[in-house]
């Protein structure tokens, strides 16, 4: 049967390491608030891209784009993105809804890219982020307990930024993943670190740095080692080596397992609202990825005469 795409199949070991980068991120929010419980969450933020840039800016070369975007870029996807989430988190937002939250920057990146970039969006884009924005509409209808408004809104704020960086990030052209992180994270330690002092205090920090456990610790180590430079490597080596349309929707994948991970590590429960939302959400980024492709399938084919 012929390919309908015209690409070739992902070999199963890069389908494992696909599945095995998803495990990392999703992880990653467990790991965000284990460390939160015991560091104030803009500090941390601070922390985890200074050990992401350092030592490594001293062996990894620049990437090949102008200073100032790749800046630009730290900023929006580290800076403000995980500042955003961590205090967000702190404040009310389970793992799971901020992993779900985050998924929202792909609407986010579609509509700079349509008011900025002059890039067309479908009737399938439009539906999908209408089909999204009532999962979103749902889970601000239930706030309470582990999850407030305000929490939600910090997260949703996290998306925008990151869907900010990703135009951003389109500017830079092709570039060396890993050393695109690694410098773009020199953008945001020292803001984080001076609104830290400003809004958390140098006392909430003293006190967070001097009661850390060895559990904190190894919940940043984690995110800084595993979540940044392992699970960016591999996600780099996986585009570099087949198309973004087979390798993106991967991250769709997300959402659940951080949901498996924070009901069997976090004991977070998810009553129906809470996985009707999710649905949605998901249902809607699906549309966007895989509408055109499933139309393109069932569309009928002109008949030559």
Not at 139 to 161: K, M, Q, V, W, Y
Not at 202 to 207: F, K, L, T
């Amino acid at each position: 049967m012929r390919n309908p795409f015209n690409v070739q199949p992902m070999p199963i070991p890069h389908i494992l390491i696909a599945l095995f980068v998803v495990a990392i991120w999703s992880f990653n929010f467990i790991a965000i608030k284990v460390g939160l419980a015991e560091l104030p969450p803009i500090f941390m933020a601070a922390v985890r891209f200074a050990l992401t840039a350092l030592p490594a800016v001293f062996f990894i070369k620049p990437p090949a784009a102008p200073f100032w975007r790749v800046t630009a870029y730290g900023m929006l996807v580290f800076g403000l993105q995980f500042g955003l989430l961590f205090y967000g988190m702190a404040i009310g937002m389970s793992a799971a809804v901020g992993a779900l939250a985050l998924q929202l920057s792909v609407f986010v990146t579609i509509g700079l890219a349509w008011a900025f970039r002059g890039e067309r969006m479908t009737t399938l884009q439009f539906v999908g982020a209408g089909v999204s924005a009532l999962g979103l509409v749902v889970i601000a209808t239930h706030t309470g307990g582990d999850l407030t408004l305000a929490g939600l809104l910090f997260g949703l704020a996290a998306a925008a930024c990151w869907g900010a960086g990703n135009i951003v990030g389109k500017s830079l052209g092709k570039v060396d993943m890993l050393a695109l992180v690694v410098w773009s994270s020199m953008a945001a330690p020292l803001p984080l670190f001076v609104l830290s002092y400003i809004v958390e205090g140098p006392q909430r920090i003293a006190h967070g740095v001097q009661n850390v456990s060895w559990l904190g610790i190894g919940a940043v180590a984690y995110i800084v080692y595993a979540s940044t430079h392992v699970g960016y490597s591999l996600w780099a080596w996986l585009m570099a080596r087949h198309p973004a349309g087979m390798v993106a929707p991967f991250t769709l994948l997300g959402p659940v397992v951080a949901a498996l991970f924070s009901a069997w590590l976090l004991g977070e429960t998810f009553p129906g609202w809470k996985i009707g939302a999710g649905l949605l959400v998901l249902a809607g980024l699906l549309v966007n990825v895989f509408g055109g492709r499933v139309l393109a399938l069932v569309r009928p084919r002109p008949v030559a005469s």
